[in-house]
């Protein structure tokens, strides 16, 4: 099992930028996918973006395509989410997870982090 930690989220301006990152531990950390997704009020969890194992496979929502970077440091067992150009409706809580194999199904993440809000203002 894997234990996931994300923090960095909070509140920003629409133009900003934030940095997530989640902290994982339990297994070794090279040996699964990891990815973001997101959920805002009243709607349902979305996938964001993930990254292979190895971080040389990258998928990303066409939603934030261009405006945030997922990676990896295999040496911190740290995953990131680097989000810039912030609109209004970036605004949700983000979940970090872990997978045998990186992909846009949540249902294929097998450990959840808690997840941190993430709030832009107009």
């Known amino acids: 099992q894997v234990q996931l930690v994300e923090s960095g989220g909070g509140l920003v301006q629409a133009g900003g930028s934030l940095r997530l990152s989640c902290a994982a531990s339990?297994?070794?950390?090279?040996?699964?996918?990891m990815g973001w997704f997101r959920q805002a009020p009243g709607k349902e969890r979305e996938f964001t973006a993930a990254?292979?194992?190895?971080?040389?496979?990258?998928f990303y929502a066409d939603s934030v395509k261009g405006r945030f970077t997922i990676s990896r440091d295999n040496a911190k067992n740290t995953v990131y989410l680097q989000m810039n150009s912030l609109k209004p409706e970036d605004t949700a809580v983000y979940y970090c997870?872990?997978?045998?194999?990186?992909?846009?199904?949540?249902?294929?993440?097998?450990?959840w982090g808690q997840g941190t809000q993430v709030t832009v203002s107009s």
């Open positions: 997870a872990s997978t045998p194999r990186a992909g846009v199904v949540a249902s294929r993440y097998d450990s």
């Open positions: 339990g297994r070794t950390f090279g040996s699964y996918a």
């Open positions: 990254i292979s194992r190895s971080g040389a496979t990258i």
